[in-house]
Each structure stands twice: as C-alpha cells, then as structure tokens.
C-alpha cells in the first residue's frame, strides 16, 4: 500500500467528516460508487484522476489540500498560507488547522 494513496485517503475521510457525511452521502454528493468510497479512505485503490475529483468538487476543495508535496519551498505551502487568510469562520480554520497538522505528520513519518 502506497504512503501516497493512505495520506490521499486520510485527506478525503478528514474532509468528509469535517462536513459531518457519511460515505453514503459523499458517494450521492459525488457520483463515485460507496465501495470505491471506502477503498479510496483506505488507501487500498488506485486513484482514478476522473473519481477524485468528483469527490473533491463534492467536498468544494481544491487538488492542493490532498495531495502531498515536498513541503519545503513548495506553491502548496504558499496557497495554503494564502487561503488561511481569507478563512471566514472558526469552522473554515478548525479545518485548515488539522488539515496542516496532518500534512506535518505525513511528513514527518516519512
């Protein structure tokens, strides 16, 4: 299993919840099939391009908050940064927050 396909899965379970839906929902929200759904969480799946990003458009996030990167130097980094300072809500930044936290933990495992 790809440390890639487990930090996508873990960025998608995390957005899901954080919208408080089950996969069942996710999976009407986006078109992508509940099976596909779980395998994707799990990081058992190769990602279809097609399939995620039906899921992200139904999550209404961008390519940048799931896919690792090198952290250091990189234009993730700064969208990041830049989006953090147009959070409207205390929601928005609870989510941003674990969103970075995570990403730091995958790279930390590295």
């Known amino acids: 299993m ?36 779980a395998q994707l969480e799990r990081g058992e799946v190769n990602v279809s391009i097609n399939k995620l990003e039906k899921v992200l458009q139904a999550l209404k996030v961008d390519w940048s908050l799931i896919v690792p990167c090198c952290y250091e130097e990189s234009p993730l980094k700064s969208e ?11 929601e928005h930044l609870r989510l941003a927050i674990t969103l970075v936290q995570e990403m730091k933990a995958f790279q930390e495992s590295k």
Do not use: A, D, F, P
Request: hydrophobic share 30%; proline share 0%.
């Open 2 to 37: 790809s440390t890639t396909l487990q930090y996508i899965g873990t960025q998608i379970r995390s957005l899901r919840k954080k919208n408080k839906w089950t996969l069942s929902e996710l999976s009407q929200k986006s078109g992508v099939t509940l099976n596909y759904l």
């Open 80 to 90: 990041l940064l830049k989006e953090c300072m147009h959070l409207e809500n205390e």
